[in-house]
């Protein structure tokens, strides 16, 4: 499945009329000033995602995954350091340092599983409702551990394509970077260019 320059084109647009969705979502429930920059869009290959996300192959991390099925469906992560993590989660929270182990790991999971939540379900959401998907969301679970945990795993599985924006955090004057990788079926990588032909030509036609 031959996957156009038009195409992603197109799906970074939505995606980034997504992510400012996102970036409105949490600053009104956050209370934070956020701004989500533009990312850049890449769909790769299983054997090229290792070297996209080369800086996380030694490194513990944290992702929020979730899951949708329907006319598109495959798994999508947003993925973090674990330096990053904790930066996103002081920046948002305004906690200190002196939070002992436990109230630490239970805050930063329920405050990137907020985050992951609006971040993926604006995206995905834009994209479902843009080019005309009928889709349902898993609920978002929040992971941590090394590379071939949270990555590798999805890769050996059936997903066939997989779409990569790296995702910059800008929060009191932080960029923090995370990744959102959405690994896709053959089935779904089919029906995108004839949505997209959609979603053009009515786009053409405003």
Do not use: W
Not at 1 to 11: E, F, L, Y
Request: hydrophobic share 45%; with cysteine.
């Amino acid at each position: 499945m031959i996957i156009s320059k038009r195409d992603i084109d197109a799906v970074s647009e939505l995606v980034n009329i997504g992510m400012g969705k996102g970036a409105d979502m949490l600053n009104k429930l956050l209370e934070s000033h956020i701004i989500l920059k533009a990312p850049v869009i890449k769909l790769v290959k299983k054997t090229e995602l290792k070297r996209e996300l080369q800086q996380y192959v030694d490194q513990e991390l944290f992702a929020v995954q979730m899951g949708f099925s329907g006319d598109f469906s495959g798994d999508a992560k947003l993925v973090f350091s674990h330096d990053c993590a904790n930066k996103l989660v002081h920046a948002l929270m305004g906690v200190g340092v002196d939070l002992d182990i436990d109230e630490m790991d239970s805050l930063r999971t329920e405050t990137l599983n907020e985050v992951g939540n609006i971040v993926i379900n604006s995206i995905i959401g834009t994209i479902s409702n843009e080019l005309q998907f009928k889709m349902k969301f898993s609920i978002p679970s929040c992971m941590q551990g090394n590379y071939d945990n949270i990555i590798t795993r999805d890769i050996s599985g059936v997903h066939e394509g997989i779409l990569h924006a790296r995702v910059h955090f800008i929060v009191a004057e932080l960029e923090i970077e995370g990744d959102m990788v959405m690994f896709l079926g053959m089935e779904s990588l089919r029906k995108l260019p004839e949505a997209i032909d959609r979603y053009c030509g009515n786009m053409a036609a405003v």
